[in-house]
């Protein structure tokens, strides 16, 4: 079965025989205006015009696979269907009517589509390849290929951004408070992400700053929250926390602590143990208080990766646990580590930025800032590679990865650039 983006593409561009159509009741049909693709609630597209039997007709064109999919939808019951003029279908298996009782005027696909392009859209859906446009991908414009490859990143980065949104939301649009949890959970990277963002849900950051110089409360207070010292302790260092802990939870009043079973440890390298993090943000936190502008003043890369430059207190250099002592020194956040916190928490912030303020110049800071990092390495990014496509930076590959994921992985080529390209115009096989 044909899937309903195709009719779109179809109906869009005319890929049919338009000399004589009827409709399913037989009057003659001519088209003037095929409308505007409507990306919001609706019928698909908007301000059509119609000629039904030399009568003009102006409003909505709604496409289904079967005309029964209609009422599946449940359009009878909103009105925002009521101005729909043409009923756009593959298979007529159900008479529609409109509010009013009336048939709504219907145009079956079925048989009418130009035979080349159904073929050519097949072949891409029948690919058997991880890619399903490989063996004609260079067939296509450079300018297509580039065109979708930023669309894809922008979906990507604008996606990321949706769970700040969320943060924001929950915080009744604080964007101080939202910037600190959110660069929390980056802080937890995929392992520990949700616990960070628990933890500093838990500790405001308007308490944190009132110790704004005093590193050992504000891991006494992170600390604390995490459940971590909820433990027997034999040094000093450890004591002391637990008992300024138990000083602060009570004059905050804190509560939501998490369970020191629900970190994860296991498959992680000391180095990103979260009880390493944790002791990382505190350093952090002290050093720019003001997170929001931690992040909004970022303009380049070099500027992101000297801010994360942060080191641990000293007892958090030579331990991996309360009272657990490591082999050899640690250091602060590695390169490779910072550059993931620029692509998965300071670039979305900046995309919800953008969205907030109506701002296009924080988004293109963020592409900027990807157009200067090194592209990832992972087994998409080879397979693009392995098709001639120059993957140079992380604007290439983050973009690779989400037009990878979601068009290639589910077949929905008649909605990428590339693809519909291939659909409209022949191509020769080079296979």
Known sequence: MLPESFLHFVWRYQYFNTSTLELVSGDRLNITKTG????????????AQVDIEGMQWYGSVEIHVKASDWYVHKHQDDPNYDNVILHVVWENDKQVLNSEGNPIPTLELK?????????????????EDPIPCARHLNNTKSITR?????????????EKSN?????LEANAHNWEESAYQWLAKGFGFKTNANNMLRLAQSVPLKVLTKHSNQLFQIEALLFGQAGFLDVDVSD????QLQKEYRFLKA???????????????????????????IAQLAALVITYPHIFSFFSEIENRKEALDKLDVLQSDYWCTHYAIDKKLSKRLGGLTKK??????VNTAIPFFAALAKYKDDSAYLDRALNLLSSMKAESNHITELWKSLGWNVSSAFDSQGLIQLHNAYCLPKKCIECNIGISLVRNPVTDHA
């Open 36 to 47: 505007n693709l409507n990306h919001l609630a609706g019928p698909d597209f908007k301000e």
């Open 111 to 127: 048989g009418l589509l130009k035979p080349m392009v159904l073929e050519r859209y097949q072949s891409l859906i029948d690919s």
């Open 146 to 158: 580039l065109s979708m490859l930023e669309r894809a990143l922008v979906e990507r980065v604008e």
């Open 163 to 167: 769970g700040f949104d969320s943060i």
């Open 236 to 239: 000093e260092y450890a004591y």
């Open 251 to 277: 004059k905050y009043e804190l509560k939501q602590k998490i369970g020191y079973n629900e970190w994860h440890f296991s498959k992680v390298r000391p180095a990103n143990y979260p009880t390493i993090r």
């Open 337 to 342: 580590s910072k550059e993931n916190i620029i």
